[in-house]
């Protein structure tokens, strides 16, 4: 992946230096993979949850309203102050958005702030880095879950992309594969692949 060209502005990418700001939804309905395993996801996590590059906190807000905490980290100041509003306005948000709690990080250039099997859950949505994967598998705990779910083939987005196999291959020692779609995008010469992916840690990484 070329890191020249993508950086990171919460779920969203800056390309070619060129500003991409954050949208804020008219719709805040979760990603439709991860609300089949939301409840799961849950229920069975047996530690803190985070959600990695959470926007506007959809996916952070699924999670939750099966009533348990989870961290929403991100580098957008303004997605967070969002997320952080719509805890003081319950007369606008469900209940369950007390649930969540903020964290501003910078995913490439800032120190990875989680300790070694310390998280019950990644969820990490239309933002992967390859910098990150070796992150995520040290700091899940055994049993821990993690959802991936990458960026769209639309344009250019396959740049951006990682190889197609690369996520499956880290895993394969230390993980069951719950869920797997995979598929190559972009030019022949390509081997960039979407990925959407529900695993579970089984041993130490």
């Known amino acids: 992946m070329t890191t020249s060209r993508m950086k990171q502005r919460g779920s969203v990418l800056i390309k070619n230096d060129k500003k991409i ?4 939804p008219i719709d805040l309905a979760p990603s439709k993979i991860l609300a089949k395993f939301a409840e799961e996801i849950a229920l069975n996590s047996n530690g803190a949850i985070v959600d990695v590059a959470c926007g506007y906190g959809r996916n952070a807000a699924c999670i939750a309203s099966f009533g348990v905490p989870v961290l929403c980290v991100d580098i957008d100041n303004d997605a967070l102050e969002y997320i952080k ?3 003081s306005l319950s007369l606008e948000k469900p209940n369950y958005f007390n649930q969540l709690t903020t964290m501003q990080l ?5 120190p990875w702030p989680f300790e070694d099997e310390s998280l019950g859950a990644i969820i990490n949505v239309h933002f992967f880095h390859c910098r990150l994967i070796g992150f995520f598998l040290k700091s899940l705990k055994i049993g821990g879950y993690l959802f991936i779910e990458t960026i769209g083939s639309h344009g250019g987005n396959y740049l951006d992309l990682p190889p197609h196999g690369f996520i499956k291959a880290q895993l394969r020692d230390a993980f ?3 869920f797997l779609k995979e598929k190559k995008v972009g030019p022949l010469q390509s081997n960039s692949a979407t990925v959407k992916l529900l695993a579970i840690k089984q041993k130490a990484y």
């Open 21 to 24: 700001i954050h949208k804020k």
């Open 85 to 87: 509003s719509s805890i």
């Open 106 to 110: 910078d995913l490439i250039n800032d």
């Open 176 to 178: 069951d594969i719950r």
